[in-house]
């Protein structure tokens, strides 16, 4: 994969994640990610994830419950044969994930090139992978 870029959302305040993380800079900014909202009316927190290109996933990941995640992933894809104009939007939302599955999705994200990579998502995490 290419260079992912890594920002956040959090209204309570400022949290440390590297702009541009490697696969072990993206997990450890995951497990040390701040998820509680201190304050009840606060907005939900989320870790982004994107590419440097249109082709190359758009990942958000956030929680309504402890240790359980949701990702939702977006990617457009150039329909073969068909020229660069001719792309298509593809979705996965996956939900009730554990610490282990979002590891094994951030893995496959910095791992898998972006043609490769819904395929890879699907066979991994199956029926998880709803569209």
Not at 13 to 35: H, K
Not at 108 to 127: A, H, N, R, W
Request: hydrophobic content about 40%.
């Amino acid at each position: 994969m290419d260079v992912i870029y890594c920002a956040y959302l959090d209204q309570e305040g400022e949290q440390d994640v590297a702009p541009q993380p490697d696969l072990s800079e993206a997990i450890t900014i995951f497990r040390t990610f701040n998820w509680q909202n201190e304050l009840p009316d606060s907005a939900v927190k989320l870790l982004i994830f994107r590419g440097a290109n249109d082709e190359t996933p758009f990942c958000t990941l956030f929680t309504f419950f402890d240790h359980r995640w949701s990702a939702h992933i977006s990617i457009r894809q150039r329909r073969r044969f068909l020229g660069p104009l001719f792309k298509r939007s593809l979705f996965c939302a996956l939900d009730e994930l554990d610490a282990a599955e979002v590891e094994s999705f951030l893995t496959i994200l910095f791992t898998t090139e972006s043609e490769d990579f819904m395929p890879k998502l699907k066979s991994q995490f199956g029926d998880k992978c709803q569209q």
